[in-house]
């Protein structure tokens, strides 16, 4: 086995290994949520995207849409992390991406697709430096999210100098350049991969990126459900699972 091949091995593993240390909690309350907020004030500043604020928290209105899912990543049960999952669809074409980027999203919504946009990706900057697979533990969430609504774009709202992360990993690529969002002081690009031509693909660089139809119905399921509930149908070929349409 070559040096970089033995590399690429002990990564897979340790991201299996490191599953066990982690707990992706949906955040439904304002209690709930209050952390998520000020840990994405905490690194928003951190990387310079924003200016200080003085309640030293940071949330918009896509928060609280239906067809979008707030998640805390707990790492030995401290928050380390957050991503936002919304879910844009022709009955519900709202999401960020879709705002920031109208001439482009809203014509494959009038196609009848289905796109995943994750956004409010965030690290805890002091736990991020001893974790080093975090980004890919928390962006796993958006290709959960692409498999369990059957998405045909999964999308990335990214800073310029963080494509690559998303072009090596779920194969994104660039199809529109940069544009400062509001609320923001750095202009961030759109990327999209197709999320079911790419997924075999996807599995077999990152195993651990799979997750059962149980898994993705405890993460996606409310406790109070809103108007985005999807109705699991079985779809051929998936091993028995079922997916959602």
């Known amino acids: 086995m070559t040096s970089v091949a033995a590399l690429a091995l002990a990564a ?9 240390h982690v707990d992706y909690r949906l955040a439904e309350t304002a209690a709930e949520r209050e952390p998520i907020y000020r840990l994405r004030y905490k690194a928003y500043l951190h990387e310079g995207a924003i200016a200080p604020r003085d ?12 067809n979008s899912w707030v998640f805390g990543v707990y790492y030995d049960g401290a928050l380390a992390s957050s991503i936002r999952i919304s879910v844009a669809t022709p009955e519900n074409p709202v999401s960020p991406g879709v705002e920031a980027f109208p001439d482009v ?18 690290a ?19 290709y ?10 999964g999308l990335a709202t990214v800073r310029p100098e963080h494509a690559a992360f998303y072009r090596r990993v779920f194969l994104h690529e660039v199809i529109a350049p940069p544009r400062l969002p509001p609320g923001m002081i750095k202009p961030v690009c759109l990327m999209a991969t197709k999320a079911r031509e790419n997924s075999e693909r996807v599995y077999q660089r990152y195993p651990y990126f799979h997750a059962s139809l149980f ?16 109705t699991l149908t079985p779809v051929a070929g998936d091993a028995g699972l079922v997916k959602a349409r």
Do not use: Q, W
């Open 12 to 20: 897979i593993e340790r991201g299996r290994e490191l599953l066990d």
């Open 105 to 122: 999203l809203e014509p494959e919504l009038k196609k009848g697709k289905t796109l995943v946009d994750p956004t409010r990706f965030v």
């Open 215 to 230: 898994e993705r119905r405890m993460l996606f399921e409310r406790r109070h459900p809103l108007a985005l509930a999807p």
């Open 144 to 153: 959960v999210a692409c498999n369990h609504f059957d998405a045909d774009l």
């Open 55 to 66: 309640d030293k928290r940071v949330t918009d209105r896509f928060d609280d849409l239906p």
């Open 124 to 142: 805890d900057p002091d736990r991020a430096k001893h974790i080093r697979e975090l980004p890919y533990l928390t962006v796993r969430l958006a």
